[in-house]
């Protein structure tokens, strides 16, 4: 769970707000955040603190339902993607992923939102190292991810991933 | 070179293929690429188009004021889409290219003609000509239901089987067991007239004497 603080330090950047000390807490590496307004435990609350400070609450979703679908995402991103052992279990999950981005764009309504960009850090470090095979099996998550990771500072220092076997090669002009 | 009609099926389909691995028509964020695609396309494209119709509700999501605000220069529809930076390159280069072809295919056409005269010449000496005709000399067993099976009139019945290119020989019973024999005939065949398969079918056709047809041995002459 190195990746919650990790996450939690991309996202405070990208924001343009300040974290503060990330420090994982507990057998289960509760990421904890310390500041002046009170202790946050846990991903969700401190990135949607941040979201909150940051004043960027269109991320949250505008409309009640929208917020309530965020919040569904966040909460997966922690309970399911975060929790995955091994290929087998991930491969589950990414298969979920595509089968519900089949028909979007974005993870809810047709705006990026924290779910998005929360997921797409989750799903970096998977990515990275993906066979091109696989990403054109996700191929619905792997357009997803490639549309979210040319959002302006939300990479940041996160590599770039590939999707493209070569850079001269377009699938399409052909 | 674009999408071609985006009111037809074959257009939309070139949409959808595009569409496969992109959110949008031209990089990362909704631009006037997707505004004038999306008013060409005029009415929602069919459920089976699943990345079409995708990007066209995602599209549809911004009000038509928020469209006309997208970023990027406004092109015709038929720039863009697949192949789009080539065919819209040096029109001139492109009209020299067409005439190379253009004599190329000439050339191609006499050559093809040429080549095909030689072969059909080729082919009408080879059918004149009366190549070795390939024999096989076949060794048949042929046996009988029971030891009171009349062999003799089993082997009349198989040599009252004629046909192009099947010259039957010698024959001669061979004991089995418990008095049966079974006739041992050769034949000799022409192979393009005669296949084993058509010997054991006639044979095998005198159901009254003939139980089963073995091919004892098969020789190429």
């Known amino acids: ?174 | 070179m674009g999408f071609g009609d985006l009111k037809s099926r074959t257009g939309q389909q070139t949409l959808n293929d595009y569409l496969a691995d992109r959110s949008y028509i031209e990089g990362y964020q909704p631009n006037q690429a997707d505004a004038v695609v999306f008013t060409a396309l005029v009415s929602p494209p069919p459920a089976d188009l699943c990345h079409v119709l995708r990007w066209y509700n995602h599209i549809k999501s911004y009000s038509d004021s928020e469209r006309a605000k997208f970023p990027g220069p406004k092109k015709p529809v038929g720039a863009y889409g697949p192949a789009v930076s080539a065919a819209s390159k040096d029109d001139d280069v492109e009209l020299d290219e067409d005439d190379l072809f253009g004599d190329n295919d000439q050339e191609e056409e006499e050559e093809d003609e040429v080549r095909q005269e030689r072969l059909a010449a080729y082919a009408a000496k080879k059918a004149k000509k009366p190549g070795p005709i390939a024999k096989s000399s076949i060794i048949l067993d042929v046996k009988p239901w029971d030891d009171e099976t009349d062999m003799t009139k089993l082997e009349e019945c198989v040599r009252t089987i004629v046909a192009d290119g099947l010259l039957w020989g010698t024959s001669k019973l061979v004991p089995v067991g418990y008095g049966i024999k079974k006739l041992q005939i050769s034949c000799v065949v022409e192979d393009d007239k005669i296949g084993t398969d058509f010997l054991e079918e006639e044979i095998t056709k005198f159901e009254d004497y003939v139980q089963s047809v073995d091919i004892a041995a098969f020789n190429k002459i």
């Not at chain 1, 989750?122 to 696989?134: A, E």
Request: hydrophobic content about 40%; glycine content about 8%; overall charge positive.
């Open chain 1, 1 to 174: 769970m190195a990746e919650a603080g990790q996450s939690i330090a991309a996202l405070a950047t990208y924001l343009g707000v300040k974290a503060g000390k990330v420090t994982l807490d507990g057998r289960d590496k509760l990421p904890v955040v310390k500041g002046k307004t009170g202790t946050r435990r846990g991903l969700v609350s401190i990135t949607k603190h941040l979201v909150r400070a940051a004043e960027k609450n269109s991320l949250l979703g505008n409309t009640a339902e929208d917020q309530a679908a965020v919040d569904q995402w966040l909460e997966y991103r922690v309970s399911q993607l975060d929790r995955c052992q091994g290929d087998k279990e991930l491969a589950g999950v990414l298969k979920e992923l595509n089968a519900y981005l089949a028909d979007k764009v974005y993870f809810v309504n047709h705006t990026l939102s924290l779910a998005d960009i929360l997921l797409y850090y989750g799903l970096h470090t998977h990515f990275v190292g993906m066979p091109f095979y696989d990403k054109e099996n996700y191929m619905h998550v792997s357009r997803w991810f490639d549309n979210v990771q040319h959002e302006k500072g939300l990479r940041q220092t996160f590599p770039y991933v590939h999707f493209l076997r070569t850079q001269i090669y377009d699938r399409m002009s052909h």
